[in-house]
């Protein structure tokens, strides 16, 4: 009764370094998002997928790619990550209705 | 454009006294609606969510939420606070083909004893 997962949970890393963040879910959801939290923005969304190997950008997708060859796996990675990308990212899927489940979120410090 | 806002970024009460926060959205379809809570260092956990039918929807925790499409609001409620609920509070809306959410900004509750 996993759900949805996120690792590492927390991460630190340097400016410039390439950082891949997780999402796994168990309940085989069609749909799969990528948000940030910051303050003062509430949640933003990065990228979204509806399956399979269809992705698309959301709000905020610059400096980010996203890969769906699997429909549990949604990673996101930060190919060169920068300060301004430190954040809290969240991991969340949705069945077929507009529901959607939220992992417990990756803290990201780029120095 | 789509939208929702949350007027009140901070929200003080005290336990045992009732709670109202407000959310007004933007939305050119008919809107699903959600509330999310979101506790310290958690992810968000879905409260209540309105599709269809009755205006009035029933959440867990005690918590409920009115639509009024008149004024394109969908306000959380809850009669009697306790020091458990002191967490942040967001507001989405959706609808479109694409189950993408448009959230608020939130609204951060505390409880004071």
């Known amino acids: 009764d996993a759900g949805i997962t996120q690792s590492p949970r927390y991460k630190i890393t340097e400016t410039g370094r390439q950082v891949t963040l997780m999402c796994h879910q168990t309940?085989?959801?069609?749909?799969m998002f990528w948000y940030r939290q910051d303050l003062g923005h509430g949640l933003r969304l990065i990228y979204y997928?509806?399956?399979?190997?269809?992705?698309d950008k959301g709000e905020v997708p610059d400096g980010y790619v996203v890969s769906r060859s699997k429909t549990e796996n949604f990673p996101l990675t930060l190919e060169s990550a920068t300060r301004s990308q430190t954040s809290v990212y969240f991991c969340?899927?949705?069945?077929?209705?507009?529901?959607?489940?939220f992992g417990p979120g990756t803290r990201l410090l780029v120095l | 454009a789509q939208s929702v806002t949350q007027p009140d970024i901070h929200i003080t009460v005290s336990e045992g006294a009732s709670l109202e926060l407000r959310c007004n959205y933007s939305?050119?379809?008919?809107?699903?609606l959600f509330w999310y809570v979101q506790s310290p260092g958690q992810g968000l956990q879905l409260l209540l969510k309105?599709?269809?039918?009755?205006?009035l929807v029933q959440g867990i925790k005690g918590f409920e939420a009115e639509f009024k499409r008149s004024q394109s609001s969908f306000n959380l409620r809850k009669p009697s606070v306790h020091w458990s609920d002191a967490a942040e509070y967001f507001c989405?809306?959706?609808?479109?083909?694409?189950?993408?959410?448009?959230f608020g900004s939130g609204t951060r509750l505390l409880v004071r004893p």
């Open positions: 309940w085989s959801h069609s749909y």
């Open positions: 309105y599709f269809s039918g009755d205006t």
């Open positions: 939305y050119g379809a008919t809107p699903y």
């Open positions: 989405a809306v959706g609808g479109d083909s694409s189950y993408k959410l448009i």
């Open positions: 997928s509806a399956a399979a190997d269809i992705t």
């Open positions: 969340a899927s949705s069945g077929n209705q507009e529901t959607q489940y």
